[in-house]
């Protein structure tokens, strides 16, 4: 005599089955999303608690999470006397903290300068070789300010400066969409054809760059000034691509960061943005 099979249970595991009001997914790959769906998410990182070192230290002015994270690695960090070694402890407040033996004062509220930076300075606290940097033209009395983003030795223009950290990151960030115009002057021969095939952005020698909004502005013989807005500001980025379209760059000028502009700012003077103007351009940012 044939045992007949008990029939199959149709019904899962509680732990397998899908939340209620949520459509029991279909197929192999549909269940591995939902899976995934139901893992538990990492903790985020709370604004009304500890937070990781750097955090606090780029909202005080210390410098960029970066240049917070090379100091702890140089052990100029301390806390309540101990240096710290571990590169990324959570801190509930800046109590007790030292940056090379000075206790680090609390943060205040975020501002930001336009600064007309000349050219034949360096956007850098200090130079090994002696050259003149942004530190030496800027006037005494300014809070301790860093910049967004730099400006090569022989580049001029618009130079952000600000006290917060944070913010200076946030700007920089390409995920940001913060645009940066520039206007080059440069020898050689290109049309505006050529140029607009940069909205498609480029690769030159292995390296990426983004989309370029370029115009050419006017030509005398092979001398031609043109205008670039980009959004990424990678590493000499206006003058490498400009070089690889045969051109040679003998000035350059950043006229824009953002919404703030060069106009009405004499060469080497500084000016800090008005609260209400950075309040707006902040809250447009976020």
């Known amino acids: 005599m044939t045992t007949r099979r008990p029939p ?3 019904s899962r595991p509680a732990a397998n089955r899908p939340p209620a009001g949520r459509p029991a997914p279909k197929g192999r790959r549909d269940a591995r999303g ?3 769906a139901l893992k538990t998410k990492p903790t ?4 009304d608690g500890p937070q990781r070192i750097a955090k606090p230290l780029a909202r005080a002015g210390v410098g960029s999470r970066r240049d917070v994270e090379r100091m702890i690695e140089e052990g100029r960090i301390a806390l309540n006397g101990e240096v710290i070694a571990q590169p990324a402890p959570l801190l509930a407040s800046l109590d007790g903290l030292t940056v090379d033996g000075n206790p680090v004062a609390k943060p205040v509220s975020t ?5 007309h930076k000349p050219a034949g300075c360096l956007t850098a606290a200090r130079d090994p070789k002696g050259r003149k940097t942004i530190y030496d033209l800027l006037p005494k009395g300014l809070p301790r300010l860093m910049p967004v983003g730099r400006l090569d030795y022989n580049t001029e223009g618009l130079l952000l400066l600000t006290n917060d950290g944070e913010f200076k990151r946030q700007l920089e960030l390409p995920a940001s969409g913060v645009e940066r115009t520039y206007r080059a002057r440069a020898f050689g021969d ?3 054809a050529q140029l607009e095939e940069l909205a498609m952005g480029i690769e030159i020698d292995g390296v990426r760059y983004g989309k370029i909004d370029a115009n050419l502005e006017r030509r005398t013989g092979r001398n031609q000034w043109v205008e670039l807005t980009l959004t990424e500001g990678k590493n000499r ?4 691509v400009l070089e690889h379209f045969g051109l040679q760059v003998s000035r350059l000028i950043r006229t824009r960061y953002g919404e703030f502009t060069l106009a009405g700012l004499d060469m080497g003077a500084v000016e800090v943005v008005p609260r209400d103007e950075l309040f707006k351009f902040r809250r447009r940012l976020s």
């Open 111 to 115: 501002r930001l300068y336009r600064f």
């Open 44 to 47: 985020e990182e709370r604004e």
């Open 190 to 192: 290109i049309s505006q």
């Open 237 to 240: 980025e206006v003058r490498r």
């Open 34 to 36: 939902a899976a995934s």
């Open 8 to 10: 199959r249970s149709t």
